[in-house]
Nanobody, 116 residues
Framework: QVQVVESGGGLVQAGGSLRLSCAAS????????MGWYRQAPGKEREFVAR???????DYADSVKGRFTISRDSAKNTVYLQMNTLKPEDTAVYYC??????????WGQGTQVTVSS
């Protein structure tokens, strides 16, 4: 059974940095696309960043130039380096692994709080 576990969230001041990790364990098979979404209180879940099995990355406009997604394929782990954090980045961050077309497995989420 495949599991997705995020870590690395916390409280940081505006302008600070955090690095989130997301590990996919179990019968993953080949390298899978993975990514991050976030959900702020009272808002819908929104796309943050993703990385394909080939290493191509994509970002939401709101985080371009500040966030970087990377992966360690040997560990089935992706990272989200978040720099120059803003209060509006406060949200629960969810990682997913794309097991197949239309099949996303989500982690439980990790809270990121940015104080002003």
């Amino acid at each position: 059974q495949v599991q997705v576990v995020e870590s690395g969230g916390g409280l940081v001041q505006a302008g600070g940095s955090l690095r989130l990790s997301c590990a996919a364990s179990g019968s993953i098979g080949s390298i899978k696309p993975m990514g991050w979404y976030r959900q702020a209180p009272g808002k819908e879940r929104e796309f943050v960043a993703r990385i394909t099995s080939g290493g191509t990355t994509d970002y939401a406009d709101s985080v371009k130039g500040r966030f970087t997604i990377s992966r360690d394929s040997a560990k089935n782990t992706v990272y989200l380096q978040m720099n120059t954090l803003k209060p509006e980045d406060t949200a629960v961050y969810y990682c997913y692994v794309a097991l197949g077309v239309g099949s996303l497995l989500w982690g439980q989420g990790t809270q990121v709080t940015v104080s002003s």
